[in-house]
């Protein structure tokens, strides 16, 4: 209890301490309000526009949660092909470090004209960022078995099957939270792409709309509760991390 509190404390200095600076600069500096608003301008936008921000992030969050589920269940599907298949590792693992070579900017106008600018290619964009992460970390840790636990699984006649469930799996656990750690950072990007290419929703889109009318501020509150949409992941993540920590 006492390391969040002091968890939670030292958040809040750091950010009374970012808002100074930003005053600051705005202040010094005398940059004009459409360039760079200041945080009263940002915090007037973010009162006067809760319904819209909240709808549009309502719409965000959805897409980034399906999103997100459907590339943590792939991810550890292939890892766990990968694992088990010498076959999948030689047909599968070239593809995969091809695929994740192409930018995510060039694939995404691609998703949206195949699957339209509603919530499918939202989610495929998503799910192909977060899902390389997850997979690449869950399978290396699936693959770094200690020697021990191998050759007790061949002594006791384990089959593979059997091996990496009982005992890879729990092993595997810390390179899952690691890859989940990875996509939750990557997750509210992808929503930013996929709604910058072409969407009539979502705070990506609200940013769009925002700057084209010179609204900046709007844009910056947007942008601030993007963020605190994946503090709020970061922290799930986190406590996820904690509560396995205790269990494997």
Wanted: net charge positive.
């Amino acid at each position: 209890m006492v390391s969040t509190l002091h968890k939670l404390w030292r958040g809040m200095v750091c950010f009374a301490l970012a808002v100074a600076i930003w005053q600051l600069v705005v202040t010094l500096s005398g940059v004009p309000r459409f360039i760079l608003p200041g945080p009263w301008l940002v915090l007037q936008a973010l009162g006067g526009n809760a319904a819209l921000l909240w709808q549009n992030a309502l719409w965000s969050a959805g897409n980034l949660a399906l999103g997100l589920g459907l590339g943590i269940f792939l991810g550890i599907e292939t890892a766990l092909l990968l694992t088990l298949s010498r076959r999948a590792r030689w047909l599968l693992r070239p593809m995969l470090v091809v695929a994740q070579a192409v930018p995510v900017f060039a694939l995404a106008p691609v998703i949206t004209l195949w699957l339209g600018y509603g919530m499918p290619s939202k989610i495929v964009t998503i799910a192909l960022v977060t899902y390389f992460p997850i997979a690449s970390a869950l399978f290396d840790r699936l693959m770094a078995l200690p020697p021990g636990l191998r050759d007790l699984a061949h002594l006791s006649g384990a089959n593979r099957w059997r091996e990496t469930l009982l005992l890879r799996l729990p092993h595997a656990v810390p390179g899952l939270i690691s890859g989940l750690r990875l996509a939750v950072v990557y997750g509210p990007l992808a929503v930013l792409i996929g709604e910058w290419v072409g969407s009539s929703r979502g705070l990506g889109h609200l940013m769009l709309m925002a700057n084209g009318r010179g609204q900046t501020a709007l844009m910056f509150a947007a942008l601030i509760v993007l963020a605190a949409l994946s503090l709020l992941l970061w922290s799930a993540v986190e406590a996820l991390a904690r509560w396995t920590a205790r269990r494997f």
